[in-house]
């Protein structure tokens, strides 16, 4: 592990004067370089699949902004692909998959090892970063958590409850387990064959952890998480791990501990005085200003990026929105947020 890299420096524990920072989807439609190479590429998920221009995109806001940190460009449901579900994406209005909401629907999906041929494109993504990136620059990897790609596998599209997959939940448990415990288990295979590509950190992004509440938060969400990450430090001792279980509200109280996640990731909803007091103590804590500001700015993006980071120095913290950076944020509001960290 470099002492070099800010980023794991925060999630070893240290506090330091100034955080470190990256964004989610810093790679992304708000960069005109971006727009342009996608254009290149012809469709997103041949974007995805393009190493040399994937690795382009992920280097594009490190060139801009020298974030301490680049995230892979790739997308939580490549694991789905790879296992064998039909996916798509629409113009403008997301991801399609085929559906499976009958026990049938999981017998045509292959199995935990027979991903990498189809993934072999992502982890040469990685092997070109680690070359290109800058000494201090952390390479992040990542997946989508077993109940949000779940979620879109049920439905065959992003939805707003997750209500298709509260169903199956609900009346054909045996299936939706079945399909948790492929993904739990295709997820550490796909996230172990990052990390021996290069990532040096890996993130789990549970975006739909909120709508699962109680037992099943606990079932769900917590144990999945702790069950890959118990796996990956077996195999990877020392690999550092980010966990966002997005819109946890409460239940992100004890949730890195018992996960074993060093990092916790929080969501825009949260108070960051309340995450210093209750969750930064176990972890390092990851967020959280709006994405709004990213598209609004002025003196506002600047009084609460500096709230946050007042709110979360006595502890370690990395800094980075409480989502992804959207398509209509202006590209010099960014500049502005490094300002405010940086000085």
């Known amino acids: 592990m470099s002492t070099e890299k800010k980023l794991l420096r925060s999630l070893a524990g240290e506090t330091l004067p100034i955080p470190p920072v990256w964004m989610m989807r810093q790679a992304g439609r708000y960069l005109p370089e971006y727009r342009a190479t996608r254009a290149e590429a012809g469709d997103f998920l041949s974007l995805c699949y393009n190493s040399e221009l994937a690795a382009e995109v992920t280097l594009q806001p490190i060139r801009r902004y020298g974030f301490d ?44 090892d027979d991903i990498h041929d189809h993934l072999a494109p992502i982890y040469e993504t990685l092997r070109i970063l680690r070359r290109e990136l800058p000494s201090d620059t952390a390479l992040i990897g990542f997946a989508g958590a077993p109940w949000t790609v779940a979620t879109y596998m049920i439905a065959g599209r992003g939805t707003p409850d997750q209500g298709p997959a509260h169903k199956l939940k609900a009346e054909d448990r045996a299936t939706f387990e079945a399909l948790l415990d492929l993904l739990t288990e295709a997820t550490i295979e796909y996230l172990s064959k990052q990390v021996d590509a290069g990532a040096e950190v890996v993130k789990l992004f549970d975006s739909w952890a909120g709508s699962l509440n109680g037992e099943d938060f606990t079932k769900y969400a917590l144990a999945p998480a702790k069950r890959i990450i118990a796996e990956l430090k077996s195999r990877h001792p020392g690999l550092p791990v980010i966990a966002f279980p997005r819109q946890a509200g409460e239940a992100y109280i004890g949730f890195a501990k018992a996960v074993g996640a060093d990092g ?73 947020m490094l300002e405010a960290i940086r000085s």
């Open 69 to 112: 940190a680049a995230i892979m460009f790739a997308d939580i449901l490549l694991v789905p692909d790879a296992l064998g579900a039909d996916v798509w994406f629409v113009t403008g209005e997301g991801p399609r998959l085929s559906t499976i909401t009958r026990p049938d629907g999981l017998a045509p999906l292959k199995g935990k």
């Open 264 to 336: 916790l990731a929080i969501d825009t909803n949260v108070d960051p005085a309340w995450a210093a007091e209750h969750l930064q103590p176990d972890s390092c804590i990851q967020g959280n200003l709006d994405p709004k500001h990213m598209v609004t700015g002025g003196q506002p993006l600047v009084d609460e990026t500096r709230a946050i980071i007042e709110a979360l120095k006595g502890g370690p913290h990395i800094f980075n929105l409480g989502h992804g950076i959207t398509p209509d944020a202006d590209p010099e509001n960014v500049h502005r």
